[in-house]
Protein backbone atom coordinates (compact mmCIF):
# COMPACT_ATOMS: atom_id res chain seq x y z
CA UNK A 1 0.00 0.00 0.00
CA UNK A 2 1.26 3.64 -1.08
CA UNK A 3 1.87 5.82 1.97
CA UNK A 4 0.80 8.65 0.18
CA UNK A 5 -2.58 6.63 -0.09
CA UNK A 6 -2.92 5.73 3.28
CA UNK A 7 -1.92 8.76 5.09
CA UNK A 8 -4.98 10.47 2.97
CA UNK A 9 -7.63 7.69 4.54
CA UNK A 10 -9.81 8.09 7.20
CA UNK A 11 -10.31 4.55 8.95
CA UNK A 12 -13.42 4.33 7.32
CA UNK A 13 -11.86 4.30 4.14
CA UNK A 14 -9.23 1.95 4.90
CA UNK A 15 -11.96 -0.59 6.05
CA UNK A 16 -13.31 -0.04 2.87
CA UNK A 17 -10.35 -1.04 1.17
CA UNK A 18 -9.87 -4.30 3.33
CA UNK A 19 -13.21 -5.44 2.90
CA UNK A 20 -12.93 -5.47 -1.00
CA UNK A 21 -9.44 -6.83 0.14
CA UNK A 22 -7.30 -4.78 -1.81
CA UNK A 23 -5.34 -4.50 0.67
CA UNK A 24 -4.73 -7.27 3.31
CA UNK A 25 -4.44 -6.22 6.78
CA UNK A 26 -0.71 -6.77 6.88
CA UNK A 27 -0.02 -4.14 4.51
CA UNK A 28 -2.21 -1.67 6.01
CA UNK A 29 -0.48 -2.33 9.46
CA UNK A 30 3.41 -1.58 7.65
CA UNK A 31 1.83 1.17 5.61
CA UNK A 32 1.01 2.57 9.58
CA UNK A 33 4.36 1.68 10.78
CA UNK A 34 5.89 3.62 7.84
CA UNK A 35 3.78 6.40 8.70
CA UNK A 36 4.50 6.98 12.04
CA UNK A 37 8.51 6.35 11.31
CA UNK A 38 7.98 9.18 9.03
CA UNK A 39 6.58 11.58 10.90
CA UNK A 40 7.78 10.74 14.52
CA UNK A 41 11.22 11.39 14.52
CA UNK A 42 9.74 15.47 14.56
CA UNK A 43 6.73 15.01 16.25
CA UNK A 44 7.77 13.50 20.25
CA UNK A 45 4.44 11.79 19.84
CA UNK A 46 5.25 8.28 20.62
CA UNK A 47 6.36 6.57 24.15
CA UNK A 48 8.48 3.87 23.71
CA UNK A 49 8.67 1.16 20.80
CA UNK A 50 6.43 1.28 17.50
CA UNK A 51 4.78 -2.61 18.16
CA UNK A 52 6.24 -5.00 15.10
CA UNK A 53 3.32 -6.48 15.46
CA UNK A 54 -0.32 -5.46 17.55
CA UNK A 55 -1.91 -6.69 20.41
CA UNK A 56 -4.15 -9.59 19.71
CA UNK A 57 -7.69 -8.70 18.16
CA UNK A 58 -10.38 -9.91 16.74
CA UNK A 59 -10.27 -10.79 13.09
CA UNK A 60 -14.32 -11.02 12.87
CA UNK A 61 -14.27 -7.22 14.58
CA UNK A 62 -15.94 -4.97 11.67
CA UNK A 63 -12.77 -2.76 11.48
CA UNK A 64 -10.58 -5.50 11.76
CA UNK A 65 -6.81 -4.67 10.60
CA UNK A 66 -7.20 -0.71 11.22
CA UNK A 67 -4.21 0.88 13.19
CA UNK A 68 -4.96 2.46 16.30
CA UNK A 69 -2.97 3.68 19.06
CA UNK A 70 -3.41 4.01 22.93
CA UNK A 71 -2.84 6.92 24.62
CA UNK A 72 -0.26 5.82 27.85
CA UNK A 73 -2.95 6.86 30.37
CA UNK A 74 -6.05 5.18 31.89
CA UNK A 75 -6.89 2.76 29.29
CA UNK A 76 -5.33 -0.24 29.80
CA UNK A 77 -4.29 -3.44 27.40
CA UNK A 78 -2.83 -6.42 29.37
CA UNK A 79 0.86 -7.16 28.67
CA UNK A 80 1.23 -3.45 27.24
CA UNK A 81 3.39 -0.52 29.14
CA UNK A 82 0.81 1.87 30.93
CA UNK A 83 3.59 4.65 32.31
CA UNK A 84 1.21 7.62 32.43
CA UNK A 85 3.61 10.29 31.06
CA UNK A 86 6.09 10.21 34.54
CA UNK A 87 9.15 8.80 35.63
CA UNK A 88 7.36 7.75 38.76
CA UNK A 89 5.51 4.63 36.91
CA UNK A 90 8.01 4.05 34.16
CA UNK A 91 7.61 0.58 33.65
CA UNK A 92 4.37 -0.52 34.49
CA UNK A 93 2.82 -3.37 32.69
CA UNK A 94 -0.68 -3.65 32.75
CA UNK A 95 -2.22 -7.11 33.97
CA UNK A 96 -5.30 -6.40 32.36
CA UNK A 97 -7.65 -5.29 29.78
CA UNK A 98 -9.96 -2.27 30.85
CA UNK A 99 -13.07 -2.83 29.53
CA UNK A 100 -12.78 0.02 26.71
CA UNK A 101 -9.62 -2.53 25.43
CA UNK A 102 -11.90 -5.37 25.49
CA UNK A 103 -14.07 -3.56 23.10
CA UNK A 104 -11.22 -1.73 21.17
CA UNK A 105 -10.21 -5.64 20.29
CA UNK A 106 -13.51 -6.79 19.53
CA UNK A 107 -13.89 -4.22 17.08
CA UNK A 108 -10.70 -5.15 15.40
CA UNK A 109 -8.22 -2.52 15.99
CA UNK A 110 -4.59 -3.23 15.40
CA UNK A 111 -2.93 -1.51 17.93
CA UNK A 112 0.37 0.15 16.44
CA UNK A 113 1.89 2.42 19.41
CA UNK A 114 1.36 4.39 22.52
CA UNK A 115 1.10 7.76 22.16
CA UNK A 116 2.36 10.55 24.61
CA UNK A 117 0.61 12.57 27.47
CA UNK A 118 1.68 14.88 29.98
CA UNK A 119 2.41 13.25 33.34
CA UNK A 120 -0.43 11.88 34.73
CA UNK A 121 -2.79 13.98 31.97
CA UNK A 122 -2.86 16.96 34.02
CA UNK A 123 -1.61 20.33 31.32
CA UNK A 124 -3.10 21.36 28.57
CA UNK A 125 0.03 20.19 26.76
CA UNK A 126 2.23 17.11 26.06
CA UNK A 127 5.66 18.40 27.19
CA UNK A 128 6.21 15.70 29.88
CA UNK A 129 10.19 15.53 31.40
CA UNK A 130 9.78 12.13 31.18
CA UNK A 131 9.15 11.77 27.40
CA UNK A 132 9.73 15.46 26.07
CA UNK A 133 7.34 17.55 24.13
CA UNK A 134 5.05 16.45 21.47
CA UNK A 135 5.10 19.11 18.38
CA UNK A 136 2.13 20.28 16.54
CA UNK A 137 2.23 18.90 12.84
CA UNK A 138 1.15 22.23 11.44
CA UNK A 139 4.25 23.97 12.84
CA UNK A 140 6.66 22.08 15.22
CA UNK A 141 7.55 24.85 17.22
CA UNK A 142 3.85 25.18 18.77
CA UNK A 143 2.31 22.69 20.97
CA UNK A 144 0.01 19.64 20.09
CA UNK A 145 -2.26 20.38 23.07
CA UNK A 146 -2.95 18.20 26.13
CA UNK A 147 -3.56 15.57 27.49
CA UNK A 148 -4.46 13.69 24.41
CA UNK A 149 -1.76 15.61 22.25
CA UNK A 150 0.20 12.51 21.00
CA UNK A 151 -2.86 10.98 19.82
CA UNK A 152 -4.04 14.01 17.87
CA UNK A 153 -0.47 15.29 16.42
CA UNK A 154 -0.73 11.52 14.83
CA UNK A 155 -3.41 11.68 13.32
CA UNK A 156 -3.77 14.73 12.19
CA UNK A 157 0.11 14.13 10.43
CA UNK A 158 -1.91 11.12 8.46
CA UNK A 159 0.43 8.49 10.60
CA UNK A 160 -2.78 6.97 12.14
CA UNK A 161 -6.46 7.84 11.09
CA UNK A 162 -7.92 7.75 14.79
CA UNK A 163 -6.07 7.08 17.99
CA UNK A 164 -7.38 6.50 22.01
CA UNK A 165 -7.98 9.40 23.84
CA UNK A 166 -9.66 10.59 27.12
CA UNK A 167 -10.93 13.65 28.71
CA UNK A 168 -11.10 15.30 31.93
CA UNK A 169 -11.23 18.85 31.38
CA UNK A 170 -10.58 19.07 27.49
CA UNK A 171 -8.00 16.67 26.95
CA UNK A 172 -9.87 14.99 24.07
CA UNK A 173 -11.29 18.05 22.33
CA UNK A 174 -7.82 21.22 23.52
CA UNK A 175 -5.42 18.76 21.04
CA UNK A 176 -7.89 18.15 18.24
CA UNK A 177 -8.54 21.51 17.97
CA UNK A 178 -4.90 22.56 17.94
CA UNK A 179 -3.64 20.06 15.62
CA UNK A 180 -6.77 20.07 13.35
CA UNK A 181 -9.02 16.88 13.89
CA UNK A 182 -11.78 15.20 15.43
CA UNK A 183 -12.40 15.30 18.55
CA UNK A 184 -15.69 13.75 20.73
CA UNK A 185 -16.30 13.58 24.41
CA UNK A 186 -18.89 11.91 24.90
CA UNK A 187 -21.32 11.73 27.61
CA UNK A 188 -20.66 10.89 31.06
CA UNK A 189 -21.26 6.95 31.56
CA UNK A 190 -21.55 6.50 27.88
CA UNK A 191 -18.25 4.85 27.10
CA UNK A 192 -17.03 2.18 30.07
CA UNK A 193 -14.33 3.31 32.47
CA UNK A 194 -13.72 -0.21 34.36
CA UNK A 195 -13.10 -2.16 35.89
CA UNK A 196 -10.13 -0.45 38.40
CA UNK A 197 -12.71 3.11 38.05
CA UNK A 198 -16.22 3.83 38.70
CA UNK A 199 -16.25 7.54 37.93
CA UNK A 200 -12.49 8.46 37.12
CA UNK A 201 -11.79 11.89 38.63
CA UNK A 202 -14.93 12.64 40.13
CA UNK A 203 -16.89 12.12 36.92
CA UNK A 204 -15.02 14.66 34.89
CA UNK A 205 -13.40 12.02 32.73
CA UNK A 206 -14.32 10.38 29.85
CA UNK A 207 -12.83 7.65 27.63
CA UNK A 208 -12.89 7.66 23.41
CA UNK A 209 -10.73 8.88 20.63
CA UNK A 210 -9.54 11.39 18.42
CA UNK A 211 -10.44 11.13 14.46
CA UNK A 212 -9.60 12.06 11.24
CA UNK A 213 -13.37 12.71 10.28
CA UNK A 214 -16.89 13.30 11.50
CA UNK A 215 -18.00 9.42 10.19
CA UNK A 216 -15.14 8.10 12.09
CA UNK A 217 -16.23 8.82 15.35
CA UNK A 218 -19.58 7.80 14.89
CA UNK A 219 -18.52 4.83 13.39
CA UNK A 220 -16.35 4.00 16.58
CA UNK A 221 -19.00 5.33 19.36
CA UNK A 222 -21.59 2.78 17.96
CA UNK A 223 -18.58 -0.32 18.64
CA UNK A 224 -17.58 1.35 21.81
CA UNK A 225 -20.33 2.73 23.63
CA UNK A 226 -22.74 0.87 26.42
CA UNK A 227 -22.39 -0.18 30.35
CA UNK A 228 -20.16 -2.60 31.13
CA UNK A 229 -21.21 -4.90 34.14
CA UNK A 230 -20.67 -3.17 37.50
CA UNK A 231 -20.67 0.54 35.85
CA UNK A 232 -21.82 3.50 38.33
CA UNK A 233 -23.89 4.64 35.32
CA UNK A 234 -26.46 2.16 33.16
CA UNK A 235 -26.25 3.25 29.74
CA UNK A 236 -28.58 1.18 27.16
CA UNK A 237 -26.63 0.19 24.06
CA UNK A 238 -28.17 1.93 20.94
CA UNK A 239 -29.48 -0.52 17.85
CA UNK A 240 -26.29 -1.25 15.88
CA UNK A 241 -25.43 1.70 13.29
CA UNK A 242 -27.42 3.98 15.17
CA UNK A 243 -24.81 6.83 15.89
CA UNK A 244 -23.38 6.26 12.15
CA UNK A 245 -27.12 6.57 10.65
CA UNK A 246 -27.12 10.10 12.43
CA UNK A 247 -23.78 11.33 10.30
CA UNK A 248 -26.23 11.37 7.37
CA UNK A 249 -28.87 12.93 8.98
CA UNK A 250 -29.80 17.14 8.09
CA UNK A 251 -31.37 18.53 11.35
CA UNK A 252 -33.23 21.89 10.78
CA UNK A 253 -34.65 24.46 13.32
CA UNK A 254 -32.34 24.11 16.23
CA UNK A 255 -31.66 26.19 18.69
CA UNK A 256 -28.14 27.36 19.13
CA UNK A 257 -26.34 29.35 21.64
CA UNK A 258 -23.22 31.19 20.53
CA UNK A 259 -20.55 32.48 22.69
CA UNK A 260 -17.47 33.87 22.21
CA UNK A 261 -16.73 34.78 26.37
CA UNK A 262 -16.13 32.27 29.24
CA UNK A 263 -15.76 33.29 33.00
CA UNK A 264 -12.35 32.75 32.09
CA UNK A 265 -11.86 35.04 29.31
CA UNK A 266 -12.60 35.70 26.01
CA UNK A 267 -11.63 34.18 22.68
CA UNK A 268 -8.43 35.70 20.77
CA UNK A 269 -9.94 38.11 18.03
CA UNK A 270 -9.53 35.15 14.89
CA UNK A 271 -11.16 32.06 16.59
CA UNK A 272 -13.66 34.65 18.20
CA UNK A 273 -14.36 35.11 14.18
CA UNK A 274 -14.13 31.75 13.31
CA UNK A 275 -17.10 30.65 15.89
CA UNK A 276 -19.38 33.71 14.78
CA UNK A 277 -18.54 32.21 11.10
CA UNK A 278 -19.72 28.86 11.74
CA UNK A 279 -22.79 30.39 13.46
CA UNK A 280 -23.77 31.81 10.27
CA UNK A 281 -23.12 28.39 8.92
CA UNK A 282 -25.76 27.57 10.65
CA UNK A 283 -28.20 29.96 10.38
CA UNK A 284 -28.00 29.14 6.67
CA UNK A 285 -28.96 25.76 7.35
CA UNK A 286 -31.74 27.05 8.78
CA UNK A 287 -31.31 27.07 12.54
CA UNK A 288 -32.07 29.72 15.15
CA UNK A 289 -29.35 31.35 16.61
CA UNK A 290 -28.34 33.19 19.42
CA UNK A 291 -26.32 34.99 21.66
CA UNK A 292 -26.80 33.38 25.19
CA UNK A 293 -24.47 31.37 27.75
CA UNK A 294 -25.12 28.99 31.02
CA UNK A 295 -24.13 30.86 33.64
CA UNK A 296 -20.84 29.58 35.84
CA UNK A 297 -19.16 30.94 39.20
CA UNK A 298 -16.05 31.08 37.83
CA UNK A 299 -14.64 31.21 41.20
CA UNK A 300 -16.95 28.64 42.41
CA UNK A 301 -15.85 26.31 39.18
CA UNK A 302 -12.36 26.62 39.53
CA UNK A 303 -12.11 25.46 43.28
CA UNK A 304 -14.32 22.56 41.86
CA UNK A 305 -11.26 21.56 39.39
CA UNK A 306 -8.82 22.30 41.71
CA UNK A 307 -10.13 19.88 44.83
CA UNK A 308 -11.12 17.19 42.41
CA UNK A 309 -8.19 16.94 40.46
CA UNK A 310 -5.59 17.19 43.48
CA UNK A 311 -7.69 14.91 45.59
CA UNK A 312 -7.47 12.29 42.38
CA UNK A 313 -3.95 13.01 41.73
CA UNK A 314 -3.19 12.23 45.77
CA UNK A 315 -5.17 9.16 45.57
CA UNK A 316 -2.87 8.03 43.03
CA UNK A 317 0.24 8.86 44.52
CA UNK A 318 -1.12 7.07 47.52
CA UNK A 319 -1.92 3.98 45.81
CA UNK A 320 1.33 3.62 43.90
CA UNK A 321 3.58 3.92 47.22
CA UNK A 322 1.59 2.56 49.47
CA UNK A 323 0.84 5.51 51.80
CA UNK A 324 4.09 5.13 52.71
CA UNK A 325 7.67 7.47 51.25
CA UNK A 326 5.47 10.10 49.80
CA UNK A 327 7.80 12.84 49.76
CA UNK A 328 10.42 10.26 48.26
CA UNK A 329 7.97 9.54 45.63
CA UNK A 330 7.21 12.75 45.04
CA UNK A 331 11.00 13.63 44.44
CA UNK A 332 10.23 11.40 40.68
CA UNK A 333 7.25 13.87 39.60
CA UNK A 334 7.04 17.43 38.20
CA UNK A 335 6.49 20.05 39.97
CA UNK A 336 2.94 20.62 39.10
CA UNK A 337 2.01 17.10 40.12
CA UNK A 338 3.75 18.00 43.28
CA UNK A 339 1.86 20.96 44.11
CA UNK A 340 -1.07 19.16 43.43
CA UNK A 341 -0.72 15.63 45.67
CA UNK A 342 0.44 18.04 48.58
CA UNK A 343 -2.85 20.01 48.00
CA UNK A 344 -4.48 17.14 47.68
CA UNK A 345 -3.21 15.33 51.03
CA UNK A 346 -4.52 18.69 53.16
CA UNK A 347 -8.11 18.59 51.82
CA UNK A 348 -10.65 17.90 54.46
CA UNK A 349 -14.09 15.74 53.54
CA UNK A 350 -16.43 18.91 53.98
CA UNK A 351 -13.96 20.58 50.89
CA UNK A 352 -15.04 17.68 48.71
CA UNK A 353 -18.25 18.18 49.41
CA UNK A 354 -18.68 21.59 48.88
CA UNK A 355 -17.09 20.94 45.69
CA UNK A 356 -19.35 18.27 44.43
CA UNK A 357 -22.30 20.66 45.90
CA UNK A 358 -20.88 23.24 43.32
CA UNK A 359 -20.86 20.34 40.24
CA UNK A 360 -24.71 19.17 41.40
CA UNK A 361 -25.75 22.89 41.08
CA UNK A 362 -24.35 23.37 37.84
CA UNK A 363 -25.32 20.47 36.78
CA UNK A 364 -28.87 21.35 37.02
CA UNK A 365 -28.38 24.71 35.96
CA UNK A 366 -27.10 23.02 32.76
CA UNK A 367 -29.95 21.45 32.53
CA UNK A 368 -32.69 24.47 32.76
CA UNK A 369 -30.17 25.76 30.06
CA UNK A 370 -30.82 23.12 26.92
CA UNK A 371 -34.46 23.60 28.38
CA UNK A 372 -33.95 26.42 25.68
CA UNK A 373 -31.25 25.65 23.36
CA UNK A 374 -30.63 22.24 21.62
CA UNK A 375 -27.10 23.37 20.65
CA UNK A 376 -24.14 25.30 22.26
CA UNK A 377 -21.62 27.24 20.15
CA UNK A 378 -18.48 28.05 21.74
CA UNK A 379 -14.00 28.16 20.55
CA UNK A 380 -12.95 24.94 21.81
CA UNK A 381 -10.03 26.95 22.93
CA UNK A 382 -8.60 30.19 23.50
CA UNK A 383 -6.28 30.52 20.90
CA UNK A 384 -4.25 28.33 17.98
CA UNK A 385 -1.27 26.25 19.29
CA UNK A 386 0.69 28.47 21.41
CA UNK A 387 4.91 28.48 21.48
CA UNK A 388 6.54 25.23 23.14
CA UNK A 389 7.91 25.55 26.83
CA UNK A 390 5.41 28.42 26.99
CA UNK A 391 3.14 26.37 29.68
CA UNK A 392 5.82 24.59 31.75
CA UNK A 393 4.27 21.74 34.71
CA UNK A 394 8.02 21.90 35.81
CA UNK A 395 9.11 24.83 36.61
CA UNK A 396 10.24 25.97 40.17
CA UNK A 397 7.71 27.45 42.77
CA UNK A 398 4.50 26.33 41.20
CA UNK A 399 1.64 26.01 43.95
CA UNK A 400 -1.47 23.78 43.18
CA UNK A 401 -4.06 26.91 42.79
CA UNK A 402 -1.94 28.98 40.44
CA UNK A 403 -1.34 25.97 38.32
CA UNK A 404 -5.15 25.48 38.16
CA UNK A 405 -5.83 29.16 37.02
CA UNK A 406 -3.21 29.34 35.11
CA UNK A 407 -4.88 26.10 33.03
CA UNK A 408 -8.08 27.29 32.83
CA UNK A 409 -6.70 30.51 31.63
CA UNK A 410 -5.48 28.40 28.28
CA UNK A 411 -8.75 26.19 27.80
CA UNK A 412 -11.97 28.29 29.64
CA UNK A 413 -14.37 26.78 27.28
CA UNK A 414 -14.09 23.17 27.61
CA UNK A 415 -14.06 21.81 31.27
CA UNK A 416 -17.71 22.93 32.01
CA UNK A 417 -19.06 20.34 29.91
CA UNK A 418 -16.76 17.16 31.94
CA UNK A 419 -18.19 18.57 35.32
CA UNK A 420 -21.78 18.47 33.88
CA UNK A 421 -21.13 14.71 31.78
CA UNK A 422 -22.55 16.43 28.70
CA UNK A 423 -20.94 15.35 25.30
CA UNK A 424 -19.39 18.01 23.54
CA UNK A 425 -17.31 17.96 20.09
CA UNK A 426 -14.40 20.05 18.58
CA UNK A 427 -14.44 20.45 14.98
CA UNK A 428 -11.34 22.34 12.85
CA UNK A 429 -13.48 24.19 11.14
CA UNK A 430 -11.19 27.06 10.23
CA UNK A 431 -7.66 28.54 9.81
CA UNK A 432 -5.09 31.06 11.00
CA UNK A 433 -2.08 32.04 10.00
CA UNK A 434 -1.30 28.25 9.02
CA UNK A 435 -2.90 26.96 12.17
CA UNK A 436 -6.05 25.33 12.91
CA UNK A 437 -9.09 26.27 14.90
CA UNK A 438 -11.43 24.28 16.17
CA UNK A 439 -14.90 25.23 16.88
CA UNK A 440 -16.41 23.33 20.12
CA UNK A 441 -20.43 21.82 20.04
CA UNK A 442 -22.09 20.80 23.12
CA UNK A 443 -25.42 19.40 23.39
CA UNK A 444 -27.84 17.63 26.69
CA UNK A 445 -26.59 14.63 28.01
CA UNK A 446 -27.24 10.97 25.65
CA UNK A 447 -27.74 13.59 22.25
CA UNK A 448 -24.38 12.45 20.78
CA UNK A 449 -26.71 11.76 17.64
CA UNK A 450 -27.38 15.11 17.26
CA UNK A 451 -23.74 16.48 17.33
CA UNK A 452 -22.97 13.91 14.96
CA UNK A 453 -25.20 15.28 12.59
CA UNK A 454 -24.56 19.04 12.95
CA UNK A 455 -20.71 18.23 12.95
CA UNK A 456 -20.77 16.21 9.78
CA UNK A 457 -23.30 18.55 8.08
CA UNK A 458 -20.36 21.30 8.74
CA UNK A 459 -17.85 18.98 7.47
CA UNK A 460 -19.57 18.56 4.50
CA UNK A 461 -20.63 22.58 3.82
CA UNK A 462 -16.92 23.76 5.07
CA UNK A 463 -14.57 20.57 4.25
CA UNK A 464 -11.30 20.33 6.00
CA UNK A 465 -10.12 16.94 5.45
CA UNK A 466 -7.76 18.17 2.35
CA UNK A 467 -5.93 20.12 4.37
CA UNK A 468 -2.18 18.74 4.86
CA UNK A 469 0.04 20.29 7.77
CA UNK A 470 3.94 20.48 7.40
CA UNK A 471 4.58 17.58 9.21
CA UNK A 472 2.58 14.78 7.13
CA UNK A 473 3.09 11.39 6.25
CA UNK A 474 1.60 11.36 2.96
CA UNK A 475 4.55 13.17 1.14
CA UNK A 476 5.64 16.99 0.78
CA UNK A 477 3.86 18.54 2.94
CA UNK A 478 2.44 22.37 3.77
CA UNK A 479 1.53 22.75 -0.14
CA UNK A 480 -2.40 22.00 0.19
CA UNK A 481 -4.41 21.87 -3.50
CA UNK A 482 -5.87 25.17 -5.06
CA UNK A 483 -9.02 24.00 -3.44
CA UNK A 484 -7.88 23.70 0.07
CA UNK A 485 -6.71 27.31 -0.11
CA UNK A 486 -9.85 28.43 -1.45
CA UNK A 487 -11.25 26.83 1.54
CA UNK A 488 -9.24 28.74 3.82
CA UNK A 489 -9.28 31.61 2.17
CA UNK A 490 -13.09 31.60 2.35
Known sequence: ???????????????????????????????????????????????????????????????????????????????????????????????????????????????????????????????????????????????????????????????????????????????????????????????????????????????????????????????????????????????????????????????????????GGGADPAVAAEVLRVAGLLEDFGDQVERAAPVVDDERFRELNLTFWSASIADTIQALTGGRDVEKALALVETATAAMVRHGLALRWEDVSRARGYQNELTRSMAGFLDRFDLILTPTTRSTAWPIGELDANRPGIDARGWVDTLSGYSPFTAVYNATGQPAISIPTGMSEGLPIGVQLAAAPGQEDVLLAVAAQLEEADPWRGRVPAVHAGGPAGHPSPEIRETEAR
Open 1 to 263: MELREYARMDATGLKDLLDRREVTRGEVFEAARAAIAQVDPVLGAVVGEVFDEPPAYSEAGPFSGVPFALKDLMCTAAGVRNENGSALTAGFVARRDSDLMVRWRAAGLAVACRTSTPEFGFSATTEPVANGPTRNPWNPERVAGGSSGGSAALVAAGALPWAHANDAGGSIRTPAALCGVVGLKPTRGLVPPGPDSDEPLFGLTAEFAVTRSVRDAAALLDLVHGSAPGDRYHVRRRAPGEFAAAVGLRPRRLRVAVSTDSP
